[in-house]
């Protein structure tokens, strides 16, 4: 196993830098390397997903590293630094979702910091409030508490511009939306835009729908946020980016297209 040492490595469908980007490995994240082809690895990430990354974006994890407690990256990117100072050298950059080794002993607790360890190994330090708990186990065991942490882990993406195969405030896609929303509140769903059974969600009526579920448009899904409304990134030309629509015709915020390509909704079974 080798973890992710940069902020973003892109994940490409061939070994080839300019080839199409299928998703993006974060700061810290563990992967599999399954075959090298010249200056790329083939990687499974945890969540099962598999591409070619460039051989430099990945190392072997520093043994104290390895065997700290995790922390994710809360704030859209975290500047890790060399000191508990604002003025200090910055060490590494991570993207939310990103990880990040915790120290027991707290840096500067008056002013917030964390000291906190790198993959290579490094120690720095960062805004505690900019930190998270490791997504190791649902945020909640309790459905509607569950259900309003997701809602408001999507909406935390808006604003962000569409990228194919993106997963962080820079660009992301539709899947990559609705994935980080569950991987931030302790779900591994599937990347892509479908329902696979090796994952936690079943496939429901829509007439059901709650927030948090997802709806599944041909090549396209969204999150149910309620009151007829949902979220989700978009290419569309219109509304660029992460937004929010409506369901409802009467709405303002009612986009004519999608309804009428509704496949079916989603719902995580772990209550």
Known sequence: MVVTSVSIASLHVKPDAMSELSDEVLFGMPVDILDETGDFYKIRTFYRYEGFSKKSNFIVPDEQWS??????????????????DVTAGI???VPRGGVVGLEQTSGDIEFGWQKV???NGLMGYARMRKLMPHYEFP??????????TL?????TYLGSQYRWGGKTMQGIDCSGLVFMAYLLCGVIIWRDAAIK??????????????????????????MYIGDGEYIHS???PSSDGVVINSLNPASPLYREDLPKMIKYCGRYTGF
């Open 197 to 222: 059974p090796e994952f936690p969600i079943r496939e429901m009526d829509f007439s059901e729908v709650k927030p948090g579920d997802l709806i599944f448009f041909t090549g396209h899904v969204a």
């Open 117 to 119: 360890c790198l993959p």
């Open 91 to 93: 060490l590494a950059v």
């Open 234 to 236: 978009t290419g569309h």
């Open 139 to 148: 945020v909640s065991s309790e459905e509607t508490a569950f259900r309003e």
């Open 67 to 84: 065997a700290q407690q995790k922390s994710a990256a809360a704030a859209p990117f975290t500047d890790i630094m060399a000191e508990p």
């Open 151 to 155: 809602v408001q882990t999507a909406r």
